[in-house]
C-alpha cells in the first residue's frame, strides 16, 4: 500500500490532557442523552419531541463541524442544551393527559424486524420514486464528478467496467458518460427495475443492468477493466467473499474504486445517538418522518440507508487489510470531489480533523 495513505499528525502534548478530558465528558454526555430518550415514550408528544431533538442535535453539530477549531466546547454545549431540552420535556408530559398511542413508534422490535424484512425488499423502489428527472441528473453529474477524479479529469474510453451494488445507476450512468461500457449489479429488483427504466428514459448508452449478488459474481475471471463499489461494503455481512470476487473478475493492473464510510469521530457518535432514539420506529414509519421533513430524495435515501441497513464503518487501517487480504497489491486514498466527501487529505491543515470525523469517507482507488 502506498504512503498516500498515512494519517494526519496528533495534536501537541500541550493540549492533549484538556482534549482528553473534554473527550470522557462528550462521551458521558452523549450516553445521559441515549438514556433520557429512552425515558420519553415513543408515542404522543413523547415521540414528536424526540425526533425534534435528533434533528436539532444533528443540525447543530453541522452548523460548526467545518471549522478547523476544537469542536467538543460547542459539542458540549449543544449536548447539554439537549438534554435540558429533554428533561423539559419529560416534565411537561408527564403533567397533561394522557394522549392517545401514535401510529409511529409503537412498534415491538419483534415487529420492526418483520417491517425491516417486508419494507426493504422494495424500499429503494419506492424512494427513487421521488426523484424526477432533474434531481437524478443532478445526482448523476455528483457521481460523474467523482470517478473523475480516478482519470486525472480524464475518461474512461473504451473500458469496460463493473458496477457492484449500482443501486440506482448513478455511479454505471456516471461511468458510461465517461466512455466506458458498465454493467450495474444489485440484489435488489426494484432497483434494477428503476436503473433500466432511467436508461430507457433517457437513451442512455453503455449501460447494462441484471440482477446480481456481490458474493457470487456471474462473470469470467479478469475481464473487466474497473469495478465500482460505491456505498456497499459497510452494507456487506461478509465483505472478505465480495472483495475476493471482485479481485478474481478484474483484469491484472484494473482497479476497483470503493467508497464507505470511516469509522469514529464525533460525528459517527452523535449519529449513533440519533440511531438510539429511532431503534423502536418501525421502518415505513421511519419513511413517513423522514419524507414528512420535505429533504431531497437522495437526502431520503441516505437517511433510510443510515438508519436501517447493516452499517459497519472501517478504519482506514481495517480496510487497507480487508483489501490486502483479498489480494489487491496497492491502494490510493482519494480526495474528495465535494466539501461534503469528508476524505482526510482535503482536510490536512485541520488538527481536528480525526476528533470529528474520524477516519472521514474513504473512497480509494485500489490496484490489483
Not at 255 to 270: P, R, T
Not at 277 to 288: G, K
Request: proline share 3%; net charge positive.
Amino acid at each position: 500500500m502506498t504512503g498516500s495513505l498515512s494519517r494526519l499528525q496528533p495534536m501537541n502534548a500541550s493540549t492533549s490532557d484538556t482534549l482528553a478530558g473534554q473527550k470522557r465528558l462528550a462521551a458521558r454526555l452523549i450516553a445521559r442523552y441515549k438514556r433520557n430518550a429512552d425515558a420519553l415514550p415513543s408515542s404522543g408528544f413523547g415521540l414528536r419531541a424526540k425526533v425534534l431533538s435528533a434533528i436539532l442535535l444533528m443540525r447543530g453539530y453541522e452548523a460548526f463541524m467545518y471549522s478547523k477549531r476544537n469542536p467538543y466546547p460547542k459539542v458540549i454545549a449543544l449536548l447539554r442544551w439537549q438534554l435540558e431540552y429533554l428533561k423539559c420535556t419529560r416534565t411537561s408530559y408527564s403533567s397533561t393527559v394522557a394522549e392517545p398511542p401514535s401510529k409511529i413508534g409503537n412498534k415491538t422490535k419483534a415487529k420492526r424486524s418483520i417491517a425491516h424484512d417486508l419494507h426493504f425488499q422494495n424500499v429503494y423502489k419506492n424512494l427513487w420514486g421521488h426523484f424526477d428527472q432533474q434531481s437524478f441528473r443532478r445526482f448523476r453529474e455528483r457521481v460523474a464528478a467523482r470517478l473523475r477524479v480516478l482519470t486525472s479529469g480524464g475518461g474512461l474510453k473504451g473500458m469496460r467496467g463493473l458496477d457492484v451494488g449500482c443501486g440506482s445507476g448513478a455511479f454505471t450512468f456516471g461511468a458510461a458518460g465517461l466512455g466506458a461500457h458498465c454493467i450495474g449489479i444489485d440484489p435488489g429488483t426494484g432497483n434494477i427495475s428503476f436503473a433500466r427504466k432511467i436508461a430507457k428514459r433517457t437513451g442512455a448508452k453503455g449501460v447494462v443492468f441484471r440482477k446480481g449478488s456481490a458474493y457470487k459474481l456471474e462473470f469470467a475471471a479478469e475481464i473487466f477493466d474497473f469495478v465500482i463499489c460505491q456505498g456497499v461494503l459497510h452494507h456487506l455481512e461478509n465483505p472478505e467473499q465480495a472483495m475476493r470476487e471482485i479481485h478474481r473478475v478484474l483484469k491484472p493492473g484494473g482497479y476497483l474504486y470503493i467508497g464507505g464510510s470511516g469509522a469514529d469521530g464525533l460525528y459517527n457518535s452523535l449519529w449513533d445517538a440519533v440511531l438510539h432514539i429511532f431503534s423502536t420506529f418501525s421502518v415505513r414509519e421511519t419513511a413517513d418522518i423522514v419524507r414528512a421533513l420535505e429533504v431531497s430524495p437522495n437526502a431520503q435515501i441516505n437517511f433510510m440507508d443510515g438508519f436501517f441497513i447493516h452499517y459497519q464503518r472501517r478504519s482506514l487501517k481495517s480496510l487497507v487489510q480487508l483489501l490486502r487480504s483479498a489480494g489487491f497489491s496497492q491502494a490510493i486514498l482519494l480526495k474528495g470531489s465535494a466539501p461534503y466527501d469528508l476524505s482526510a487529505l482535503d482536510f490536512t491543515d485541520d488538527p481536528y480533523f480525526a476528533d470529528k470525523f474520524g477516519a472521514g469517507n474513504l473512497r480509494m482507488q485500489v490496484y490489483k
